[in-house]
């Protein structure tokens, strides 16, 4: 029983530490694109920055989907 | 026969401790062998003992407080608590005292102290309807009780400072019609309010159509704003994040789904508006894959908003309880030093948050609503 707990316990962390590397990466890249755009058009650094916040918006909320699931299955796990 | 696998029992008993008892073993012994099952079932006995007294330390490791030490998963599940909504008051209407009025949400004697106590000393509270109707309903002779929770009082509190904000923002505005504007707090309120109808509802909408939907998305945005900034604050018992709580959150989520199809049907008539959840021209055989797939993003919508809003309040606090569960973990006085810069950081990105999810929770709303009234963009 021990043993089960303590795997659910190291499922969850990789699990959350996945989504971390995923979620990440997604936003970094979009970040480049949108400060390599805003770079070489200046005048449309207000569009792109209302679309970079939505968009990394998105990409956030499926992250912590992920980690919800991650948390979840932690806390339900552990305190049984 | 009996005397060996009697004996291999008691060995793999005594071994393990976990194993069951051999209950088939003793009632084959015979006469002459009387001492050795005697000797078989002491040992069981002891087996049996030890395995109570490891079962034994087994929870009062487990138990919180019993031996002064808990767990640092118990303590950071003690904290987790915290997170949870509990009632706070209740409400107490109808019986023979034709009582109305407000009643403590946790079971108390006649003199009003708490019967109960949980593990941190405060008094248990009700979690649920039916636990304070079958405490209270004899002392009233009967009616109807409803839990008070601190996320509603949460809500209410965003909501009544709202509306005292824009009363005094109005009564501002009517007062100084015809000048310029002055004031720090109304320049703020101001400039808010035009970056919502501005940037936010005209550009997604257009003037013509979004003139209608301003005044919903600034309520949306300034409710979820304030109740993010009211989750921040300490409180007592009464404050809590009230968004970060998957309920208020479906709530908000459920008034963007409503105006997403009353405002279509309201555009293009009831028929019309079904119809456009089809892309137009499509040819019969891909109808089949289609209309599942948008029945599908009919829902998701809603409950991205919900969950998205609920993950980004829950996690900012998630992570300074964290923090604070350090301090628990090692023990020491020290660790509170780097934990509370850290913490302050967390708070800062926080309060970045709040606004950041405000905006995007009344955005995306925008979107769903515009797209629905005019769907050919």
Same mark, same amino acid.
């Given at each position: 029983?021990?043993?089960?707990?303590?795997?659910?316990?190291?499922? /969850? %962390?990789?699990?959350? @530490?996945?989504? +971390? *590397?995923?979620?990440?990466?997604?936003?970094?890249?979009?970040?480049? $694109?949108?400060?390599?755009?805003?770079?070489?058009?200046?005048?449309? /650094? %207000?569009?792109?920055? @209302?679309?970079? +916040? *939505?968009?990394?918006?998105?990409?956030?909320?499926?992250?912590?989907? $992920?980690?919800?699931?991650?948390?979840?299955?932690?806390?339900?796990?552990?305190?049984? | 026969?009996?005397?060996?696998?009697?004996?291999?029992?008691?060995?793999?008993?005594?071994?393990?401790?976990?194993?069951?008892?051999?209950?088939?073993?003793?009632?084959?012994?015979?006469?002459?062998?009387?001492?050795?099952?005697?000797?078989?079932?002491?040992?069981?006995?002891?087996?049996?003992?030890?395995?109570?007294?490891?079962?034994?330390?087994?929870?009062?490791?487990?138990?919180?407080?019993?031996?002064?030490?808990?767990?640092?998963?118990?303590?950071?599940?003690?904290?987790?608590?915290?997170?949870?909504?509990?009632?706070?008051?209740?409400?107490?209407?109808?019986?023979?005292?034709?009582?109305?009025?407000?009643?403590?949400?946790?079971?108390?004697?006649?003199?009003?102290?708490?019967?109960?106590?949980?593990?941190?000393?405060?008094?248990?509270?009700?979690?649920?309807?039916?636990?304070?109707?079958?405490?209270?309903?004899?002392?009233?002779?009967?009616?109807?009780?409803?839990?008070?929770?601190?996320?509603?009082?949460?809500?209410?509190?965003?909501?009544?400072?709202?509306?005292?904000?824009?009363?005094?923002?109005?009564?501002?505005?009517?007062?100084?019609?015809?000048?310029?504007?002055?004031?720090?707090?109304?320049?703020?309120?101001?400039?808010?309010?035009?970056?919502?109808?501005?940037?936010?509802?005209?550009?997604?909408?257009?003037?013509?159509?979004?003139?209608?939907?301003?005044?919903?998305?600034?309520?949306?945005?300034?409710?979820?704003?304030?109740?993010?900034?009211?989750?921040?604050?300490?409180?007592?018992?009464?404050?809590?994040?009230?968004?970060?709580?998957?309920?208020?959150?479906?709530?908000?989520?459920?008034?963007?789904l409503?105006?997403i199809h009353?405002?279509g049907?309201?555009?293009h008539?009831f028929l019309h508006h079904w119809k456009n959840f089809v892309p137009a021209g499509l040819p019969w055989f891909v109808l089949p894959i289609i209309i599942p797939v948008e029945l599908m993003g009919m829902i998701v919508k809603?409950a991205?908003?919900?969950?998205?809003?609920?993950?980004?309040?829950?996690?900012?606090?998630?992570?300074?309880?964290?923090?604070?569960?350090?301090?628990?973990?090692?023990?020491?006085?020290?660790?509170?030093?780097?934990?509370?810069?850290?913490?302050?950081?967390?708070?800062?990105?926080?309060?970045?948050?709040?606004?950041?999810?405000?905006?995007?929770?009344?955005?995306?709303?925008?979107?769903?609503?515009?797209a629905s009234?005019?769907p050919e963009?």
């Open positions: 029983m021990d043993m089960n707990v303590g795997l659910v316990g190291i499922g /969850a %962390g990789i699990g959350a @530490g996945l989504a +971390i *590397i995923g979620g990440g990466g997604g936003i970094s890249r979009l970040a480049a $694109a949108a400060m390599e755009g805003m770079a070489r058009q200046p005048e449309a /650094a %207000g569009d792109i920055k @209302g679309t970079t +916040i *939505i968009t990394a918006a998105f990409i956030e909320g499926v992250t912590l989907f $992920a980690v919800v699931v991650c948390l979840m299955l932690a806390l339900n796990t552990v305190q049984k | 026969m009996s005397l060996l696998s009697a004996l291999l029992a008691s060995l793999f008993a005594l071994a393990l401790q976990h194993a069951p008892a051999p209950q088939a073993a003793a009632p084959q012994v015979a006469a002459p062998q009387a001492q050795s099952a005697v000797q078989h079932i002491e040992e069981q006995v002891e087996g049996l003992e030890d395995e109570a007294e490891h079962l034994e330390s087994q929870i009062a490791a487990h138990a919180p407080g019993h031996d002064g030490k808990p767990t640092s998963s118990q303590i950071f599940q003690g904290l987790f608590k915290h997170l949870e909504p509990h009632a706070v008051t209740a409400l107490w209407f109808g019986g023979s005292k034709k009582m109305f009025g407000l009643v403590p949400a946790y079971a108390a004697d006649t003199d009003g102290n708490a019967l109960h106590e949980d593990e941190h000393g405060n008094p248990a509270v009700f979690h649920s309807r039916a636990e304070l109707n079958a405490h209270y309903a004899a002392d009233f002779g009967g009616g109807q009780g409803i839990l008070i929770y601190n996320i509603n009082t949460a809500q209410w509190l965003a909501a009544i400072t709202l509306v005292i904000v824009v009363l005094l923002a109005a009564r501002s505005a009517r007062r100084q019609s015809g000048q310029a504007p002055r004031g720090t707090g109304y320049h703020i309120l101001e400039s808010i309010v035009l970056y919502v109808r501005d940037d936010m509802v005209y550009t997604v909408m257009g003037k013509h159509h979004g003139e209608r939907f301003v005044p919903l998305f600034l309520t949306q945005f300034f409710f979820i704003l304030f109740m993010n900034l009211f989750g921040l604050m300490y409180l007592g018992s009464i404050g809590g994040t009230a968004t970060a709580n998957l309920a208020v959150t479906g709530g908000m989520a459920l008034t963007t409503l105006f009353f405002s049907m309201r555009e008539g809603p991205a908003l919900t969950i998205r809003l609920f993950a980004n309040m829950t996690a900012g606090h998630l992570v300074v309880l964290g923090f604070f569960g350090l301090i628990y973990l090692f023990g020491s006085y020290a660790i509170g030093v780097p934990v509370l810069g850290m913490s302050i950081a967390i708070y800062c990105l926080e309060l970045f948050v709040c606004f950041v999810q405000a905006y995007i929770f009344t955005y995306l709303s925008i979107i769903f609503v515009g009234v005019h963009h």
